[in-house]
């Protein structure tokens, strides 16, 4: 069976090299891990395989944020397979270990009293589904925690005034985690 997608590790930094994406090229997402649950794709080069010219047109045909969510998502698939492997290529720096569902859980049916852990857990949330969704995000945090969208709304004000996400900056969508924000998840 041949593989059309590729994982390489370096230090901070993975790579996934696409190779069916566009005909005779290979198209490489260059991922840096930023904390423990996040990582940032911060190039992408395209390779050509055997001295054919690239077009426009090629070009054209690339959708790159879908492109990155794919490797995303194929990094993390790695990941779910072989964790052993994968921690060990990684160095133990994107080591993800909090279980996505028992947070989203938890937030569901508002077992969580104390009101930092409850933003530290949706600050995690909201960011995982940020890199996932690109379309409405409070609607379909909204659904998925049974809060209502102005509610989210204002957990994710509530989340960036009191620093548990730093600012959206290029390249990552929902923002970064704060060191507070991962120091109250390690807690959990």
């Not at 911060?42 to 959708?63: E, F, G, P, Q």
């Not at 994107?94 to 104390?114: A, E, F, Q």
Request: charged fraction near 25%; hydrophobic fraction near 30%.
């Amino acid at each position: 069976m041949k593989k059309n997608v590729d994982i390489k590790f370096k230090n901070n930094l993975i790579y996934t090299v696409f190779k069916s994406e566009l005909k005779n090229h290979l198209i490489t997402l260059e991922f840096k891990i930023i904390n423990r649950y996040q990582i940032q794709c911060i190039s992408v080069n395209l390779a050509n395989k055997n001295n054919t010219l690239l077009s426009s047109s090629d070009l054209r045909k690339i959708n790159i944020h879908t492109l990155i969510k794919r490797g995303y998502k194929t990094i993390e698939a790695y990941k779910k397979i072989d964790l052993k492997e994968f921690n060990k290529l990684t160095n133990y720096k994107y080591d993800n270990n909090i279980d996505y569902k028992i947070l989203l859980k938890n937030l569901k049916s508002r077992k969580i009293k104390d009101r930092n852990k409850l933003l530290a857990s949706y600050s995690y949330i909201y960011q995982k589904e940020s890199n996932n969704y690109g379309d409405n995000i409070s609607e379909r945090l909204s659904k998925l925690t049974n809060y209502s969208e102005s509610y989210i709304k204002n957990l994710t004000k509530e989340a960036f005034t009191k620093n548990f996400i730093s600012n959206n900056t290029k390249g990552i969508s929902g923002g970064h985690l704060t060191n507070k924000c991962i120091k109250l998840l390690n807690s959990q």
